[in-house]
């Protein structure tokens, strides 16, 4: 099986700027996570979706949104961007409880 | 909500030295136990997991864990790391909520 792909890998945008990152997970899984990876943060977890329903959600400021498509492919939104929230984004996905990774998003925002 | 701590932020360590990672877990319920390894420019990646047993669990590259249930805690260890084992360690839990969190990473750096 193909693993979970992530676009575009690399992103610069503007403060204030708006920016939507896909995610594809590996097929048959239903579930996606999303995750901000930033140095001595580790993993802040963002939001999980699962059947095209946000069945968790962490600890982020509105403007980070996502969504899930019949497909279980997964968008999430970032509004009014802000410098901090330059970080590494990682989406995964799972059948049961192992979660498979992708390579990332890698976003700067100057 | 259930937290990850993981105490030691960046362990520098010659080749041929033993390796023992702390990972403590705040949630006092029925857990999932797991140690993610991230190479440099590679994706994360899992190491070994626990999910019931026995609670000494074995994993890739001779990394193993040890799940105690009275200190909340999931120690990965090595007997003896290689260069190449240079990467950064995640430990994570996922509780019966499927709430999967983790810590905030261990950086560990292997001199030849």
């Known amino acids: 099986k193909a693993g979970v792909t992530q676009t575009p890998r690399y992103l610069i945008k503007t403060r204030g700027q708006q920016v939507t990152l896909s995610c594809s997970p590996i097929?048959?899984?239903?579930?996606v996570s999303w995750y901000q990876q930033t140095p001595g943060q580790g993993l802040q977890f963002l939001f999980e979706y699962f059947s095209e329903t946000q069945r968790n959600k962490g600890n982020f400021p509105g403007r980070f949104s996502g969504r899930q498509f019949s497909n279980s492919r997964s968008e999430m939104n970032v509004s009014t961007l802000e410098l901090g929230d330059s970080a590494l984004y990682l989406c995964?996905?799972?059948?049961?409880?192992?979660?498979?990774f992708g390579p990332g998003t890698r976003l700067t925002v100057t | 909500a259930q937290s990850v701590s993981q105490h030691n932020h960046h362990v520098i360590l010659s080749e041929a030295a033993s390796l023992e990672l702390g990972c403590n877990y705040s949630y006092g319920g029925t857990v999932n136990l797991f140690w993610y390894v991230q190479y440099p420019g590679q994706h994360l990646q899992l190491l070994l997991k626990?999910?019931?047993?026995?609670?000494l669990v074995k994993g890739i590259k001779g990394f193993e864990a040890e799940f105690i249930k009275s200190k909340f805690s999931f120690n990965l260890r090595k007997p003896s790391v290689q260069w190449s084992d240079t990467a950064e360690y995640f430990c994570a839990v996922n509780d019966n909520n499927n709430d999967m969190r983790f810590g905030a990473g261990t950086r560990l750096t292997v001199k030849p």
């Open positions: 626990y999910f019931s047993g026995d609670p």
């Open positions: 995964a996905s799972r059948e049961a409880y192992e979660q498979y």
């Open positions: 097929s048959g899984h239903r579930s």
